[in-house]
């Protein structure tokens, strides 16, 4: 009984491991062949000194409205006092999240008035924005009724206002650019140019390096960022802004070389090659050197960075496209970011999603319906039999089988949030990464052998007749050429009894079989196949 309980699992896992290998797409990411190349170590941009400095002028701050379609939104005004007449202006765009103009972009926007350049912060429309959907043309629109708040300060000569993006924000900068010619230059930082999924899935992937996580881990990235979201979620995923990079503006990219999140030599390239297309050259090229996301190191921006944009700003246009091109720190990108495949099962997150819950909910709920109605019904006459219930022999293994199944799944989820977490406080822990990942496959493989255990006794059921005498509610007499090998189990006898009881063996085999397909799905059962 061992011996074939323990080669069932083996066949199981097998099984398994191979509808997991078909079931989605592998994650493959084209390291990067061809480097950009800095021409100098240096980030200023112009000759030192030729424009003023930041800290030349006392900040006056002034909250403002800025006037939407159908709602309002607050901005912060800041301006250098004593700075004159006829001065450039900058509207900051926002990155992901809720973009509060009082808070965002306080050091960079205060820094860059006092050297001359009067800067507004709007607050983000909250309305139009959230986690599931984003317009980002639309969002282009709202920023432009800051931008002509901007342009009618009195300080403000309209024809030297331009747009700062930041992140998210470089999705939105390039279509105000396209839509409003006349701006009159454009900042893009920590720009990710790619489609925003396949910006989701470069970022994953470069953390997980970092965190160091076994290889099979990289298989749930092209299956989680190239599903469709449940429910149509997530609707700006495939948002592509390269058909807008071909701007007129002067520009200036900044990244730093350790945005982990971000192609920061694929979009330099990406932009610059764009802009070139439509017959602009003047777009200036700055890394620096240990940097992360917004150009911070430690959570402070690198002062150098507005330094330079209020070099670059103020000493238009003859800072635009000034040599070096390409100057700071040198990049290195390893992988490309690409499109991502969708997965050959589940690509419909709606139904990963509604399947998983189901299973959840019957293998965890099942039994316990169950048990509620034999406690009710126990002394209504005739009541055990309409319950019923499973046969002797199957009970503990079906249920350790349902509870198994459900724990190897909260097991992944719980270690995949780990992780992530991890990750994203770009951190380590082997203990973590690789020996919970160990207890997850373990604790998948352990399940396999009361399923094991149960599929055998299930067959020990069979009769020559075939299956459908295997499903007949009524004990046959045993046959002694059955040769069943479970003690007990005849031929022909039934695996349940009541409705109760085929409800429950129907719920459990449904629950165990859909769990055990999502695990493998994600990768538990993985034998390098």
Known sequence: MTFRTAATTAVLAVGLAAVGAFAGPEWDPQPVDHHVVTAATSTEIGAPGATTPIGTYPVRTEDVVVHLDGTDVTARLREPVGAGSGLPGMVFVHGAGTGDGATAFRETATELASAGVVTLVPSKNLTTYSLRHRDYLQ???DYARSVELLRSQPDVDPAKVGVYGESEGTWIVPVMAHEDPSLAFTVMTSSPVVRPREQAAYAVDSYLRNTNVPQGVFRAIPRAVGMELPDGGLDYVDFDVRPYLGMNQPTLVAYGTADASMPIEQ??????AAAHTAGNDAVTVRYYGGADHG????????QNFPRDVASFVLGLPGTAGAAPRIAGAQPNQVYLAEPVPSPRWY????????FTVAAVVAALGAPLLWGASVLALRRMRGARRWVGGLARDLRLPMLLAAVGSVMTLV?????LFAIARLAVDYSQ???????GWLGVRLLGLATLVPVAVAVNRLSDRRERRGVLGWLRERVVVDDPASHSTTPGVRAGQPVARGVGGWALFSLLTFAVGMLLLVTAYWGVFQLGI
């Open 429 to 435: 822990n082997s203990v973590i990464v690789q020996g």
């Open 139 to 141: 969002m282009a629109g």
């Open 347 to 354: 690509g419909n997150g709606d139904v990963l999603f509604g």
């Open 295 to 302: 150009i911070r190191i430690d959570g402070v921006i690198d």
């Open 267 to 272: 979009g330099a390239e990406e932009i610059l």
């Open 411 to 415: 097991a992944l989820v719980v270690y």
